[in-house]
């Protein structure tokens, strides 16, 4: 299985420009911060957004070209979809939204509710079959939804944001049915997201778009240790900066300079992990090789420990304990020193 995409689109002040090319070896998630265009992939990919230019192509046959007049609709181009907000028929009961869809490609009334029946027992809510989707929980409606789009069989699967409207209470058990399914499944899989645990949760390989484009490509393992934009280093939870580098020292765009274990050249990213940041009141003495001024800024927990923005020549995310919190007065805010090792800096080109 394959989908091909040349997505040309202008939607307001959106103008979306991405490719994409995958299988089904991985389980891809497109990610990005909201009005980057995901949703608008969805819908181009689907046949539901119109595109300007470029091309949609499934298994090799075109279903979208401009140029050559092409445009199969989105019924006729074997896709499940499942939407953020389920989309299901307000007059059907669940067992009949799971049916519509082998009903619309030529099954028989019978052998549709069967395979029905059977999907909504394989999502766990075969106690629902014959409610209609007000009489449903939101967890239970997006299951329904999942169990519509797998039911006929698809060839490329697309999840948009598939629980971004699901309660928190629903969303662990939810999130480990999807991953279980998608495994399972045998086409074509892209999820989009933009919660970093749901793409580390479902997915193998991230695309990550920004204002319409793709920045980064790539195993999920590489994306998230190296990122190549602030937007993913702050979805991975790093600290990313960049400047040009001469042996073991990367001069940035401020004037600020890094020392680093490594010895590159060129434009070069510096990754540094918020915990391997130290902040003190003074000036500190000792091993550190990149010591910088700032003043405390931002404070928020992150579980049992507190993160603090270092504004200054160095712009920083700090990690630290509550008892460093306390002891610094750092909610008070003021002037801080930053300090890093030069072994904790991960170097790679840009």
Known sequence: MRL??????????????????????????????????????????AGLVPLERGHVTINGTPVDDPVAGIHVPPERRNLGVVFQEHRLFPNLTAVENVAFGLRATGSSKASARAI?????????????????????????????????????????????????????????????????????YPGVRLVITHDPVEAATLADHLIVLEDGRIT????????????????????????????????????????????????DRGPTFAAIRPNAVSLHRRQPEGSPRNVWPGEAGELYL????????????????????????????LADGGPVWASVKATDIDTYPI
């Open 116 to 184: 029905a029946s059977e999907w909504l027992e394989r999502v766990g809510i075969s106690d629902v079959a014959g409610l209609r989707p007000s009489q449903l929980s939101g967890g239970q409606a997006q299951r329904v939804a999942l169990a519509r789009a797998l039911a006929i069989e698809p060839d490329v699967l697309l999840l948009d944001e598939p629980l971004a409207a699901v309660d928190a209470a629903a969303r662990t058990e939810l999130r480990h049915l999807l991953r279980a399914e998608l495994r399972r």
């Open 4 to 45: 091909t995409a040349s997505i040309g689109v202008t939607l307001g002040d959106l103008k979306l420009d991405a490719e994409l090319d995958l299988d089904d070896t991985a389980v891809v998630a497109l990610v990005g911060p909201n009005g980057a265009g995901k949703t608008t992939v969805v819908g181009a990919v």
């Open 302 to 329: 992150a579980g049992d420990r507190a993160r603090v923005r270092v504004d200054g020549p160095m712009t920083l995310i700090a990690e630290v304990t509550a008892a460093a919190v306390a002891e610094l007065h």
């Open 216 to 263: 980064q490509d790539g195993p999920l393992a590489e994306v998230t240790a190296r990122p190549r934009s602030p937007w993913v280093a702050s979805m991975v939870g790093l600290n990313l900066l960049s400047g040009a580098a001469v042996g073991g020292a990367i001069t940035l765009d401020t004037g600020a300079v890094i020392t680093t274990a490594t010895q």
